[in-house]
C-alpha cells in the first residue's frame, strides 16, 4: 500500500527549500549603481585632466621652440647700410644667409642709425631693447674717431651698452673697429684698444675688425671710402659675422630644444 502522507512530504519539502532561497535572495542588498557611476566619472575626469595638462604642456613646449630667434644688429651707417638697396646692407644679407644654412626660425633686426655716435646709442637703448634680442651684434664707435672724441668717454658708453643689453638677456658680439691715422697713431692705437679690451673684460665675443678684408679696397667699398658695396657687405657676413654668429646660435637653439624637452615629460600621475 502507497504511504500517501511520505509521498506529498517530498513536494512540500522542496516547495520549503525554493521558499528559503527566494527570501534570501531577496534579502541581499544590490550594488549602488550610483557609487559605482561616479567612481567611474571620477577616474574618467582624472584621465582627461592629465591628458588635458600634458597636451597644454606640449603645446607651450612646441610654441617655445618655434619662437623665432631675434639677433639685433646694432649700429651705424655701417650697420643700417648707408647708400646700398634695403636687401644690401649686412642684416638683410645675414638673415638671408641664415635661412640659406637652414636656420629657418632666425630673424635678424636692423637698429642701425647714419650718423650714430657711442653716446646717441646709450640714449635709444630703451627703444631697440623691446625687440628683446637673443642676440646683439653691437658696433658703433666709428663717428666717435671722426670727430675725435675722447677715447675714454667712447669707452664708457661701450660698456654701459654692453651691460644694458646682457641685463637684457642678450649675448652680446661686439664689432670691432679701426680708423685711419689722420687724428695721430696715439689716438688710432688708443680708439683700436677699446675694443679687446672691452670684450675681455665683459666676457663678449669680438670680431677683431667688422670690416676685415673690405675696410681700404676700393672695388668693395663706395666713392666715399667708408661705406661697403653690396659685395663688400657679402664678405663682411660670410667671412667675419657667420663664423663667430653660428656657434652662438647653435648654442641657443639646442638650449630652447632642451627646455622644450622637459617642458613637454609627461608627469607621473598617482590614481
Known amino acids: 500500500m502507497i504511504n500517501i502522507s511520505s509521498y506529498l512530504a517530498k513536494p512540500l519539502i522542496i516547495a520549503a527549500a525554493l521558499s528559503v532561497t527566494l527570501v534570501v535572495s531577496g534579502c541581499q542588498k544590490e550594488p549602488d549603481s550610483n557609487t ?9 575626469t582624472q584621465n582627461i585632466n592629465t591628458q588635458t595638462n600634458e597636451t597644454q604642456k606640449i603645446t ?50 636692423n637698429s642701425g642709425l647714419s650718423g650714430e ?9 630703451d627703444w ?3 625687440t628683446k634680442p637673443d642676440i646683439t651684434i ?25 651691460k644694458r643689453l646682457q641685463d637684457n638677456g642678450s649675448e652680446v658680439i ?14 688710432v692705437e688708443s680708439f683700436a684698444a677699446i675694443y679687446p679690451r672691452v670684450a675681455k673684460d665683459m666676457n663678449v665675443t669680438l670680431i677683431p675688425f667688422f670690416l676685415d678684408g673690405v675696410g681700404g679696397d676700393p672695388k668693395l667699398n663706395q666713392a666715399d671710402a667708408i661705406h661697403p658695396t653690396k659685395e663688400g657687405y657679402t664678405i663682411i657676413v660670410n667671412d667675419n659675422i657667420l663664423p663667430i654668429l653660428q656657434p652662438k646660435i647653435e648654442k ?8 622644450a624637452t622637459k617642458s613637454s615629460t609627461p608627469t607621473e600621475t598617482t590614481q
Open 117 to 125: 655716435t657711442s653716446t646717441g646709442l646709450v640714449n635709444r637703448l
Open 174 to 187: 661686439l664689432g670691432g673697429m679701426q680708423i685711419y691715422d689722420n687724428l695721430g697713431s696715439d689716438y
Open 128 to 130: 631697440v631693447l623691446q
Open 36 to 44: 559605482a557611476d561616479d567612481s567611474t566619472q571620477t577616474t574618467s
Open 252 to 259: 641657443l637653439e639646442a638650449n630652447h630644444a632642451n627646455t
Open 138 to 162: 653691437l658696433t658703433v664707435g666709428a663717428n666717435d674717431a671722426i670727430r675725435g672724441i675722447d677715447v675714454a668717454t667712447v669707452e664708457a658708453n661701450i660698456r654701459t651698452a654692453v
Open 60 to 109: 607651450e613646449a612646441t610654441e617655445q621652440q618655434q619662437a623665432p630667434l631675434t639677433i639685433l644688429a646694432l649700429g651705424d651707417s655701417l650697420t643700417e647700410g648707408l647708400g646700398v638697396d634695403n636687401d644690401a646692407n649686412y642684416p638683410a644679407q645675414l638673415e638671408a644667409r641664415l635661412q640659406e644654412l637652414g636656420y629657418k626660425n632666425v630673424k635678424v633686426v
